[in-house]
C-alpha cells in the first residue's frame, strides 16, 4: 500500500461523496461542515445522511477555523504510513466555536508539549494530494482577537 492510499485508507476519502467534499474544501484552506437541511444540525464528519434524524438532505457552510481542544492522544509506532514519518505524533478532538458540539479530528502541529484540554487553537491546512487537504491544529495566542473565543 502506497503513503498515498494509507492515507485514503485513514481519511476515508474517495469511498464517499460528502467526505470527499469536505477535503476539497480543506484543500481550498476552508472549514467547511454540513448543515442538516432538515434537523438543521451540523455534522462532521461529512456524512451523507444526518446521524440525528437521518435526512439526506444537507447544505454546506463554511464555520470559523478556531476552537477548543476537547481531547487529544500522542500516537506512537506503528501508526499508518502517512504518518510514519511524524511520530509520534499528536491528534486533538477540536469543538468549533461555531458548533461545541463540531469536534473535528486533526494533527497538532504546534506546542505539542504544552498542549492541554481546553486551550485555544486554530485550523491550518495540509495539502495531501491533488485537491484534498486535511485541517491541522495550532495553539494560538487567546489575546490574538483570531483566536479569542
Ligand atoms: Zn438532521
Request: with cysteine; charged share 25%.
Amino acid at each position: 500500500m502506497s503513503a498515498e492510499d494509507a492515507f485514503f485508507a485513514l481519511i476515508g476519502g474517495h469511498q464517499d461523496d460528502a467526505w470527499n467534499e469536505f477535503h476539497r474544501h480543506a484543500a481550498e484552506g476552508r472549514l467547511v461542515v454540513q448543515r442538516c437541511t432538515d434537523c438543521d444540525k451540523r455534522r462532521w464528519p461529512a456524512q451523507t445522511a444526518c446521524a440525528r434524524c437521518q435526512g439526506l438532505g444537507a447544505e454546506w457552510e463554511e464555520i470559523a477555523p478556531t476552537g477548543t481542544v476537547w481531547s487529544f492522544t500522542i500516537a506512537h509506532p506503528p501508526v499508518v504510513e502517512y504518518l510514519s514519518d511524524r511520530v509520534p505524533v499528536t491528534v486533538a478532538l477540536v469543538s468549533t466555536d461555531a458548533d461545541p458540539t463540531v469536534r473535528i479530528l486533526g494533527e497538532v502541529t504546534d506546542g505539542v508539549s504544552s498542549l492541554r484540554i481546553g486551550d485555544r487553537v486554530m485550523a491550518d491546512f495540509r495539502i495531501v494530494a491533488d485537491g484534498v487537504g486535511v485541517p491541522t491544529w495550532s495553539p494560538v495566542d487567546t489575546t490574538d482577537p483570531r483566536g479569542a473565543a
